[in-house]
Every structure is written in C-alpha cells, then in structure tokens.
C-alpha cells in the first residue's frame, strides 16, 4: 500500500505562481511513475505532468513551458511547479503514484486561478 498526502494549492492571480507536493508513504520503494492528474469542475480527469522514477518527464501540451515536475526519491516526494498560470488551471489537482499496475491518488488539492 502507497499513501499520498498533497500540499501547496490555493488561490492564485493570472500570473502567478504555486508549487504542489505529494509526500509518498509505506511501499515507497515499489513505487515507479509518479504524476499530476487535474479535474476541473464539469470535466473529467485529466493528465498533467508525469515523471518517470529516473526523473524523465512528460507534460500535456496545455502546460508545457508553464510547469515543471519534478522528484526527490530520497524524500519520497513529486513536486509541481506551476508558473504563469491561468483562469483555466483552475481545478482540484491529484497526485498518483503507480506501483507495476496498480494507481494509488492522494485526497486532491484545489487550485483556483482568479482575479
């Protein structure tokens, strides 16, 4: 069993800025991709940045050149770093983790881009 615990979401101006984690616990060591997953309000799940265990990422096209994903094994923790963001980031964002092909999420934190 892996156990997902997100951080770092809030409310945000067009613009700016925020940084998620996802701290990872128990089977931590059976754990490969790691990623961010987003639903917004009326739209179903969608995938956002995934990072492989050697750091190799991969983003949506709706975010490449505005987020960065990143890893830190040691500490068993995926950040996202979100820069310029925008009104339609705006969502509940989920952290996964994927043990051979089994998905494990975290509880989801909310984002909200607004003026």
């Known amino acids: 069993q892996v156990q997902l615990v997100e951080s770092g979401g809030g409310l945000v101006q067009p613009g700016g800025s925020l940084r998620l984690s996802c701290a990872a616990s128990g089977s931590i060591f059976r754990i490969g991709d790691m990623g961010w997953y987003r639903r917004a309000q009326d739209k179903e799940r969608e995938s956002v940045a995934i990072?492989?265990?050697?750091?190799?990422?991969n983003y949506s096209d709706s975010v490449k050149g505005r987020f960065t994903i990143s890893r830190d094994n040691a500490k068993n923790t995926v950040y996202l770093q979100m820069n310029s963001l925008k009104p339609e980031d705006t969502a509940v964002y989920y952290c996964n983790a994927k043990v051979f092909k089994a998905d494990y999420w975290g509880q989801g934190t909310q984002v909200t881009v607004s003026s």
């Open positions: 990072i492989t265990r050697g750091g190799n990422p």
